[in-house]
């Protein structure tokens, strides 16, 4: 009976590892697909009301949801302590205080990219930018929905395997 739960706990918990990693996959697109909106949303405030950004980054923060909203909200607020500050380094900050954040490496260089032009350059010059970060958001985005479903499958598939295979190995 004993070694019966100790397999039931192998199989459950190794599974879960694999089902974390497929989720953690699931998060990645939605994340995108929200800075995605974000960066549509900055240009359409930037070109029409020239909204400053510490204003834009806390109205992001409202508008986002979870991490992606605490990501600007932490860039809003030291905007606002700090308005000398660049907003390469804010943001840069920013992405190192929201570990929920579950972006690529090419994401995050991404949005330091953007950040060099934002606040630096005329309006023209930073929708440019932002539709360039907009539009690798959605290559990444793209890339990334055509493999999930086959990377999920996998993850999940590995974790139960890898279990099942502890499992045999323990009994």
């Given at each position: 009976m004993l070694k019966v739960l100790a397999m039931v706990l192998i199989v459950?918990?190794?599974?879960?590892?694999?089902f974390?990693?497929?989720?953690n996959v699931r998060?990645?697109?939605q994340q995108l697909l929200?800075?995605?909106g974000a960066l549509e949303y900055m240009k359409n405030e930037i070109s029409y009301r020239l909204t400053p950004l510490p204003e834009l980054f806390a109205m992001l923060?409202?508008?986002?949801d979870k991490a992606v909203g605490d990501f600007f909200g932490c860039?809003?607020?030291?905007?606002?302590?700090?308005?000398?500050?660049?907003?390469q380094g804010?943001?840069?900050d920013a992405l190192q205080k929201t570990p929920q954040l579950t972006l690529s490496q090419t994401a995050r260089q991404t949005l330091l990219e953007l950040s060099m032009s934002l606040g630096k350059f005329d309006a023209a010059g930073q929708m440019s930018a932002i539709t360039l970060a907009a539009g690798r958001f959605r290559q990444e985005l793209q890339t990334l929905e055509s493999r999930r479903r086959e990377r999920c499958r996998s993850y999940e598939t590995i974790g139960v395997c890898a279990g099942l295979a502890l499992a045999v190995i323990l009994l």
């Open positions: 459950t918990s190794s599974s879960a590892v694999g974390g990693f497929a989720a998060t990645q697109a929200q800075l995605t923060a409202q508008q986002s860039c809003a607020q030291q905007m606002a302590q700090n308005p000398a500050a660049s907003v804010i943001v840069r």
